[in-house]
Structure formats: C-alpha cells, structure tokens
C-alpha cells in the first residue's frame, strides 16, 4: 500500500479552527480517522481535532461560532462551519469503562502524548498539525505501510480498559483489509468473551461496519473463535457438516460465503450472517444418511430476533432482517402469479431483498456452475420488472373499489366487507377481473348471491 508522503492537505473549517486554537496558544491538531484515512489517500468522511484547551477555555475562542455542546462532560465542543460539523476535544485521558460503555471519568491533560496514548491502535493515533507535520509516536504510518492493526502498548491491557476494542480491531482489518498483528490477535482471540458485557449497540455498531467491510469473509473465517464468543447462539454453525449434496461447505463456511456474496448494506449482510443459524438444531440425518433442516428458517429467525433486540437494533432494520431470514428459502421463481402473491405479502423492496439472498445464499453452496445463481437472479429481475411495468394491483389500496364503494352499492358495513375487498383483490391478483369499477362491483354483487344463496340453503 502506498502511504502518501505528501501533507496531509486539511479543509478550510478545520484550518481555521487550528488557528484559532493556536493563534490563542493552545496546541491543537487533527487527529484519528482523518489523519489515518488521509494517509491512505481516501477522502476522510469526518475531521476530529484535539487540543491543549479545555472546554471552557475554547468556548470564548469560539465566539461567533455555530457550537454545540453536547460531549461536554467528555471535553467535546462540536463546531459547525457551513451545516459540517467538527468535534473539537480536549486532550484527556479515560479512566475505566464499568458500564462498558462510557469511561467513568476523564481528566484532561496539556500534553498530545497522553491524549495519542491512550487511543486504541497504531493508526487511529497519529495527530497532525501543518506546522509540526505529523506526530507519529508508535509507529502508525509505518503500520499502515505493512497493512496492520496494532496495539497501541500492550494489547491484554488496552482490551481489558474498553473490550470493545477487541471488535474495533476485526472491524478496521475487515474495512480496509488489514492483518492484524500477531500480538494484539492473541489477546483479541483470548478475551473474546469479556466482549458480551459491552453495550449492545456498541457491539452492533462495530459488527456492522465488520460485516460491510471489503475483507469482512476472511475475518469472519480467521476469528470465528472472537464472532462466537460475542454471539453464543452462532457457535454450532462453525465446522457443522451438512451431509448433503446441495451444500460443499459447513455451516459458517457457507455463511462466510453467502455474506460476501450480498452487497454490503446492514440489513442484508446481517440477514446472510444469521439466515442458517437455525440449521444445527433443526438438523437431522435421514435412512440414507442425508442431512435435512426443516424449519430451520423459523429458527434462525428466533436467534436472529434475541440478537437484534440484545444489540437494541432499530425497528425498521429488525424487521427487514427477520423476514428476510425466516423467508430465506421460499420458492422463488420467474412465474407472475406466484410474483403477485408475493409482491402483495410482503412488498417491492422485501421481493427484491429475497431475489440477492436467494442468490447470495446459491453462490454459497458451492454446488452450482459460476455465474449460475447470477442468471438466475437476472432473470427473476427482469421478470418482476416487466410485471411491475403494467403497475398490477397487488394491493387493497390500488384496487378500484374500496369499501366505501361497496357500502354504497348496498353492501352492510361490517367484517364481510373486508373479506369481499379480498376475494376481489386475490382474483384481480390471479389475472381473472381486471381492476375496474364496475367489473368489480358486479362480481362482488354475484359473489353476495352466491354467498346469500348458501344462507338459504
Ligand atoms: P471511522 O472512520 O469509523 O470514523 P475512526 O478512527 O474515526 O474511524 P471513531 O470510532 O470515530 O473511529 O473514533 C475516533 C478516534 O477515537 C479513533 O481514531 C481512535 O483514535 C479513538 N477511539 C475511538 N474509540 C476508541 C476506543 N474504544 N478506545 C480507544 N480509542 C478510541
Ligand atoms: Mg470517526
């Protein structure tokens, strides 16, 4: 990897919040992911600063300003310049993280050593400042030369003052396809379990950005030993034989595989990691000594929910994830019938969704000739696509009548209502009323004949 020797070339906001700083007499820097990103000649997504001043010695400095003061207690002043903001933080030390989540205490200090030492690896603590360059004191530009994440100091120790640690580490190895060094491994792999105690959306927020990284296959596969001890319920999928010929590979190999195979957005690459999680306890071996798992999807569902709801996950991507993963296996195929039934269930989006996992999950057998699984969902593709564009009804809401409709034409309110807006909709849906006014309100008028006709009977 080629790390740019060149300075590091700082926006405008961040240069001007330096010199203010400095201009007052206080050092500051840039510092972190910016500095690191920018060595890597990738645009860095925000800009920290750090500097000498405390909090309330660089709010007069910011007078005028656009700040806000929300990471006080944390030595923070966010400063806005043109709706960006930057987080503007006080060196400072951390004291111990109890609650796993917040350091208990933090003192701040005058000098950027501290403030760099007590930050998690080599990389992410770098500083810079164009008048000094770049302060680089343990070695973490020539880290990101090798392609490594280290600990800064002695990684047991660092990983028993914020376990997270440990999942930041296989996070940034699997962002930027990084090694991670032998020693901070060690101990990453030896304190996995101390992990479960931290914050569950922490937890999520870094398992996230793993799970969509570049590498995120080759650590899932390294450190399965970290992944299951912070996941319990995912530990049988690691070297489960399926004993079936439609799968080459164990249960998390599979898994490794279908989640590489997927576009990496949260909630698909969540539902890849967890769609068979369910296999080893719906598994059983028939007379001829083949594996089945029937159900299983119902039960990688139920273990995905635990894990969702323990990681405080939002609704919106909870849900997408559980349906896709309980529906995982549904039989999908290019027929506009059975594409009507299942845009009506379950929706566009979530049709869509199922068209990648069914073929993330296809490619992770192992089983199928290359570019097999792609054809196949290039052609459900366009056969949605075409269906979608003579805009079918395939919902209450798009059928011509409503019950409003059905009321005036002298239907009685009440629950029978909603069952005949049904019966029309399944068979505007199977192609046999078209969606109008009055051939609707006819059939419904011959359906209430034929219904009061069983009445009298
Ligand atoms: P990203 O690109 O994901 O934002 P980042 O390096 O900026 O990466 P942040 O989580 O935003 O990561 O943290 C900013 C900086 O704060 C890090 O670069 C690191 O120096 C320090 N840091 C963050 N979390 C920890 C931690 N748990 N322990 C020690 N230092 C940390
Ligand atoms: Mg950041």
Redesign the pocket.
Known sequence: MSVSTEIIRLPEPVQAILSRLRDAGYSAYA????V??SLLGKT???W?ICTAARPEEMRPLFAGWHVVETGLQHGTLTVVIDHIPYEVTAYRL?GL?TDHRHPDSVSFVRDVRED?R????T???MAYAPEEGLIDLFGGREDLQKRLIRC?GEPEE?FR??T??IL?AL??AA?YDFAIEDGTAAAARAMACDVRRVAGERIRAEMT?LLCGNAAGRILRDFSGVITAVFPELAPMVGFDQHTPWHRHDVWEHTVRAVEAIAPEEALRWTMLLHDSGKPEAFFLDTEGIGHAHGHQKRSAAIAEVLFDRMHFDTRTRDRALLLIEKHDIDMRPDERLLMRQLNRYGEEAVRDLIAVHCADRKARGTELPGEADRWAEGMTAALDALLARQPCYTLASLAVNGKDLITAGFRPGPGLGQTLQALLERVMDGELTNDRETLLGAARSGLMALNDQDTN
């Open positions: 510092v972190g992911g910016c690191r990103d860095p997504h925000d920290d951390d993280y760099l007590r930050r998690d690896f990389v992410n603590a800064v660092r003052e914020d997270l640690r930041r996070r940034f962002c950005k």
